[in-house]
């Protein structure tokens, strides 16, 4: 079994840490794993470089899937946060959203355009300093809006944020 742990490193670590990825070939996440796996505390005393900290930034190992594609083998913790990501989403931008069809769930290219979205939006909120990264995001989310506008939805009726229907929770 393996768990995932999130941790801050200083620069020098990561340097270090990248390089030895770097020189070795393999991911960053790699290299780090083994040398937490191979330290115990006593081993960490010092302020030396090679000393790796506590904690793990996980924004900074390489390996691992896009925030916004659902785990392969599925991930009920992933899939709870973005439907509540999704629907706050909607309620801060309910008239770019409101073209959105019951249903979306079941649409591959529609989820994972939404939780593109909702992993840029918290970016963008948490961690941007370039307005420039605002406006290309209201500009994909005007686009986004216009792709569900042509789809149009015939008789299905606009999505209404609330629970998560039992098929995505599944």
Do not use: N
């Amino acid at each position: 079994m393996s768990q995932r742990l999130k941790i801050t490193l200083s620069d020098a670590v990561m340097a270090e840490l990248r390089g030895a990825a770097e020189r070795d070939g393999v991911p960053i996440a790699r290299v780090a794993a083994e040398r937490l796996s191979h330290t115990t505390p006593s081993d960490r005393s010092g302020d030396s470089v090679s000393s790796l900290p506590a904690l793990i930034d996980d924004d900074l190992i390489d390996d691992r899937h896009a925030p916004w594609i659902e785990p392969v083998m599925g991930d009920l913790g992933w899939r709870r946060r973005m439907w509540g990501s999704i629907a706050a989403l909607h309620g801060r931008y309910p008239r770019q959203l409101a073209y959105l069809r019951d249903g979306w769930w079941k649409d591959s290219s529609h989820v994972e355009a939404l939780c593109a979205l909702v992993v840029w939006r918290d970016w963008i909120d948490v961690a941007a300093e370039d307005p420039r990264h605002e406006l290309a995001f209201q500009a994909q989310l005007a686009d986004f809006s216009h792709q569900l506008r042509q789809e149009g939805g015939g008789v299905t009726p606009a999505w209404k944020p609330g629970a998560a229907p039992p098929e995505w929770l599944a």
